[in-house]
């Protein structure tokens, strides 16, 4: 297990989203539901934290963190965050608007990781192992054709 959290490099599936500064927020709670969505058809035991201001980078303006339980390690591993950047990545792009004023204005720039493969597959590992092998959540079945993995 040690080594799924120390890993540089994994595969991960990104979000990004450009946004309407007056609906960057309702897109960030869409990517948060997102998450918790896919983590619920998982039937992982998962927690969402939103980070304090002193946990954030200088480049997010809010940030949820999506952790599931290590019953092997006995603690809580990140798969996942969510942030809202606000304007910092557009202002650098110069990805901009005019506003019904005609007013130049900086569109908002959201992303996240949308799971973290390898702590997941660990998760899965740990939550549905069995005598028999490991017991596949049910969404995931028809991908594999089996209820099991011996």
């Not at 939103?50 to 809580?76: H, I």
Request: charged share 20%; glycine share 6%.
């Amino acid at each position: 297990m040690r080594g799924l959290n120390r890993l540089h490099q994994f595969d991960k599936v990104e979000i990004l989203r450009v946004e309407h500064p007056e609906c960057s927020y309702q897109a960030l709670d869409e990517m948060v539901n997102h998450v918790k969505t896919i983590l619920q058809e998982l039937k992982l035991p998962y927690r969402i934290l939103r980070l304090c201001g002193g946990d954030l980078g200088f480049t997010s303006a809010l940030t949820y963190d999506f952790e599931v339980f290590s019953t092997a390690q006995d603690r809580w591993l990140e798969v996942s965050s969510v942030s809202n950047f606000q304007s910092y990545q557009t202002y650098r792009m110069k990805c901009r608007f005019k506003d019904a004023a005609g007013k130049i204005q900086f569109a908002h720039s959201l992303n996240g990781s949308s799971l973290a493969l390898p702590r997941i597959f660990a998760a899965i590992v740990e939550n549905y192992q069995t005598e028999a092998g490991i017991a596949l959540p049910k969404v995931l079945q028809p991908y594999f054709g089996a209820e099991n993995l011996v």
